[in-house]
């Protein structure tokens, strides 16, 4: 359901749309990192177009800039410094704004050095601030202020921003944020904060209306998918997929990431007894080691993972997988 913020938000929209009429303005997206984050990214560009701006591919062209960040990948820094150098130049020569947002910008070392070094930023935005980058950008194009606007509490989940899907046949549904599980080298529940999930009729009535628009591949997203839990006593994802499978239309049904621990046998059983949710299943085992499982703080020990997938081969038996396996995981000295 569309709440007070968002429709405050969508005005703000309206009011940027009204100042740009009659421009051609172009906007140019850099984004980094995960599914999620790619989501996050087809919010911005649906508020964005709804501004009066229409993509660019070339950096040289562009009137407003965003870069949505991630602080997983390793080189991720380098290259969001990198690219601020390269908006120097082209701010120097004319009047564009530059947002900066995501993950990253949830390190307080990171805004520091982005004020301090790159004072031509126009606008920083947080994970839990998305949904205010138009007031944002209107301060910024009205007032001609910088603003920083991030928050390191809990975002609320807010519904009904304009979304602009980056394909008309799949489409990737976020069911929720955060993460409440602390992996030693993970820096997700940090900057996602804590689990929050969104009510099963707000992504029910989503995947509706992408039925409707013709979309037949529906990804779910979530940090730790499998430990959503909706708004009734005892509704999980299991409930969640098979409400999911009945919508008319939607003929292939995806989720990433689960984690192990989460994967219930009802899952499995609602896997089971589908034919639209993927045999292609994701399960992150991160190491083969128990000893450094625990170092990771997985929570399951590698016997647990072989009897997981044991299970899944047993009651889904064209059941195939995927995996991630971290590599050169540093252990601690004993
Ligand atoms: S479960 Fe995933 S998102 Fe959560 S802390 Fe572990 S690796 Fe990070």
Do not use: W
Request: hydrophobic content about 30%.
């Amino acid at each position: 359901m569309e709440t007070k913020q968002i429709t405050e938000q969508k005005e703000y929209i309206e009011k940027i749309s009204k100042i740009n009429e009659g421009k051609v303005l172009k906007y140019y997206i850099l984004t980094m990192g995960c599914k999620l984050n790619e989501n996050d990214s087809e919010k911005i560009i649906g508020m964005v177009e709804k501004m009066g701006y229409s993509e660019s591919k070339d950096i040289n062209e562009a009137d407003l800039y965003i870069i949505n960040t991630c602080c997983v990948r390793e080189n991720a820094e380098e290259k969001v410094f990198g690219k601020l150098g390269e908006l120097k130049k082209i701010k120097e020569e004319k009047n564009i704004i530059i947002a900066i947002g995501g993950c990253m910008m949830q390190e307080e070392h990171i805004t520091n050095k982005i004020k301090k070094s790159y004072p031509f930023v126009d606008v920083i935005f947080g994970t839990h601030t998305l949904h205010k980058l138009p007031e944002d950008i209107y301060i910024t194009i009205t007032k001609k202020e910088k603003v920083k606007d991030v928050i390191d509490i809990d975002g609320e989940i807010y519904e009904g921003l304009p979304v602009k899907r980056s394909n008309n046949k799949q489409a990737s549904v976020t069911i929720m944020y955060g993460c409440n599980n602390f992996c030693s080298y993970c820096i997700v529940p940090y900057v996602r904060g804590r689990e929050r999930s969104r009510k099963p009729e707000d992504i029910l009535n989503e995947i509706n209306e992408l039925a409707k628009e013709g979309f037949k591949e529906i990804t779910l997203l979530g940090q730790n998918v499998n430990s959503y839990k909706g708004d009734k006593e005892g509704y999980g994802f299991s409930n969640l997929l098979r409400d999911i499978d009945k919508i008319e239309g939607i003929e292939i049904i995806r989720f990433i990431s689960p984690h192990p621990k989460d994967f219930t046998d009802d899952v499995i059983e609602a896997i089971k007894s589908s034919k639209k949710i993927s045999r292609l299943i994701h399960v992150p085992l991160q190491s083969g080691s128990t000893k450094v499982l625990k170092d990771m703080n997985r929570k399951y020990t590698k016997e647990q993972y072989l009897n997981l997938i044991d299970k899944i081969k047993t009651q889904i038996p064209d059941a195939v997988f995927s995996t991630d396996i971290i590599v050169g995981f540093p252990r601690r000295n004993r």
